[in-house]
């Protein structure tokens, strides 16, 4: 394909290290990052999201950070057509687009890999499975679709609803045509005990920093326990320990164990593209 529709995606886990390979990637080859994080997307949300601040930049353009209010709920529809608009723009400065998270559906939904027209909405089926239990939605998902289950916040009653609501439906996605990208692939990741101490460490030192003080100004500032709640990972614990539900400890605790199964879901989307290079333990972006 031409060269004006290369593009480098550098994906993994949470805490592994992505935002600075993609800003060392960026300044060794004129490229501007995109990120595709499905909550650094939402003003304010910053340390609690580990986002990217402006002097860890180093001068690198950052797209799709700080678009939207955090009432506001932002879809993966929202990502597609921003990113490739981003896309667009930096490719006619003659730079080249960098993209770099974690967040799976949204990479995958931008660079044409997953189709993004869910089946609607079933009514019947909806009010069917408000009956059930938080328990059994998990348990009837993990049986219909276990790599759906895997990739779904199974502590977030309202995404594991609509992740059985898919399984079950009988209606087939319609796919999208694939933007003609060039994408070089490349993924990071840790032996699984160092990535777990890094996510810790990565948590010890937000707290250290003012996490929860950031959720308290949320909070003040409107921004529900419930719509923290929904947010999820350091959002839904921060919101429970505010709430007087959790201990300092307790909030903790949890979340480092929670972060650390998200770490594992999102392994496990992206090791379903074959066409990744993994690059264990990250080492430099070099020429790609």
Same mark, same amino acid.
């Given at each position: 394909m031409a060269d004006y529709l290369r593009i480098l995606a550098i994906v993994g886990p949470t805490a592994v290290g992505k935002t600075a390979y993609g800003i060392r990637a960026?300044?060794?080859?004129?490229?501007?990052?995109?990120?595709?994080?499905?909550?650094?997307?939402y003003r304010g949300l910053d340390l609690g999201t580990g986002k990217v601040t402006y002097s860890e930049m180093q001068g690198v353009p950052h797209h799709l950070i700080d678009v939207c209010e955090p009432e506001v709920q932002f879809t993966v529809h929202d990502f597609v057509r921003l990113g490739r608009a981003a896309i667009d723009d930096i490719r006619a400065r003659g730079k080249l687009p960098i993209v770099v998270g974690g967040t799976g559906l949204y990479v995958d939904a931008l660079l044409g890999r997953v189709p993004l027209n869910a089946p609607p909405v079933d009514p019947t089926l909806r009010e069917r499975l408000s009956r059930y239990s938080d328990d059994e939605l998990r348990a009837e998902l993990s049986v219909r679709n276990p790599i759906l289950y895997a990739q779904t916040d199974r502590a977030n009653r309202r995404r594991v609803q609509r992740a059985l609501e898919i399984a079950l439906s009988e209606t087939k996605p319609v796919p999208v045509e694939h933007p003609p990208y060039s994408v070089t692939w490349v993924g990071l990741t840790l032996?699984? $005990?160092?990535?777990?101490?890094?996510?810790?460490?990565?948590?010890? $030192?937000?707290?250290? /920093?003012?996490?929860?003080?950031?959720?308290?100004?949320?909070?003040?500032?409107?921004?529900?326990?419930?719509?923290?709640?929904?947010?999820?990972? $350091?959002?839904?614990?921060?919101?429970?320990?505010?709430?007087?539900?959790?201990?300092?400890?307790?909030?903790?605790?949890?979340?480092?164990? $929670?972060?650390?199964?998200?770490?594992?879901?999102?392994?496990?989307?992206?090791?379903?593209?074959?066409?990744?290079?993994?690059? /264990?333990?990250?080492?430099?972006?070099?020429? /790609?």
């Open positions: 960026a300044l060794e080859q004129n490229g501007e990052v995109i990120s595709a994080d499905s909550r650094q997307v032996p699984r $005990e160092a990535l777990k101490e890094r996510i810790l460490k990565r948590l010890d $030192e937000r707290l250290a /920093v003012g996490m929860l003080d950031e959720a308290r100004t949320l909070h003040a500032a409107g921004l529900s326990f419930e719509r923290m709640e929904n947010l999820g990972l $350091e959002y839904r614990f921060m919101a429970r320990h505010l709430m007087g539900q959790l201990s300092y400890e307790d909030m903790r605790a949890q979340l480092g164990t $929670e972060i650390f199964k998200y770490a594992k879901r999102q392994l496990t989307w992206f090791k379903r593209n074959g066409e990744i290079r993994w690059d /264990v333990p990250p080492t430099g972006p070099g020429q /790609v």
